[in-house]
């Protein structure tokens, strides 16, 4: 039986709720110091990894977050706004610790790159 595109967009969106509950669930239980999102999507990526696809419609779900996602700066720019006193108290070490944590994360991901490009050039 064909389902119509909404009913998929549906599916998928209960579908990546579920995974954010499962995560939320898992760092209740175990008190991890992580968001539950974070957990709920790194145990989508973990299914995903095993079943070696992604379920159509959690894709399709994603790809209509996703395409809406200038939305969700909304509340962080009127957050911003209003605790604009808190920027100008701490925006100096606010800032160094955005620009230290980028760094940190380009050096992570080009020394992972560096590795798993080794790998497979030691398979060919």
Do not use: C
Request: no cysteine; charged share 10%.
């Amino acid at each position: 039986m064909k389902t119509s595109p909404q009913t998929d967009f549906l599916t998928g969106f209960v579908g990546l709720m579920a995974y954010w509950l499962a995560g939320e669930l898992i760092v209740s239980l175990l008190h991890v110091s992580l968001p539950g999102a974070v957990a709920g999507m790194l145990l989508l990526l973990v299914v995903s990894i095993i079943q070696k696809r992604v379920a159509p419609a959690v894709a399709q779900a994603s790809q209509g977050l996703l395409s809406n996602l200038a939305l969700l700066y909304v509340p962080a720019g009127v957050g911003i706004m209003t605790h604009a006193h808190v920027l100008t108290e701490h925006g100096l070490g606010m800032l160094a610790t955005v620009v230290l944590s980028t760094a940190v994360t380009l050096g992570v991901t080009a020394l992972t790159l560096k590795y798993l490009l080794s790998r497979q050039k030691g398979e060919a």
